[in-house]
């Protein structure tokens, strides 16, 4: 996805409470990863933040919850992710 994609995502999620945008761009990400893998995972819920059922929404609320009151692990994600991201190369 290029940085101005990026931008007008981030952009577009600015009016939503910090644990729903947290949990917005987690879906993001799954929504993102499915169409990069198309021959091997199906894409099970809506694409839109603002189309999940309730069900499904509360799952991705409860799973920031869930990083929130983990601050050890989420920091040791995050630390991962951007060792990965500067061994891959990848711009910020």
């Given at each position: 996805?290029?940085?101005?994609?990026?931008?007008?995502?981030?952009?577009a999620m600015e009016h939503l409470s910090p644990k729903e945008r947290a949990a917005a761009?987690?879906?993001?990400?799954?929504?993102?990863t499915a169409h990069r893998l198309t021959n091997e995972w199906?894409?099970?819920v809506n694409e839109a933040w603002e189309d999940l059922d309730a069900r499904s929404r509360e799952f991705n609320l409860a799973g920031i919850d869930t990083w929130a009151q983990s601050p050890a692990v989420f920091a040791a994600w995050t630390e991962a992710?951007?060792?990965y991201a500067k061994e891959i190369g990848a711009s910020k």
């Open positions: 996805m290029s940085q101005d994609a990026d931008k007008a995502l981030l952009e761009l987690g879906h993001w990400i799954y929504v993102l199906t894409l099970r992710v951007a060792a």
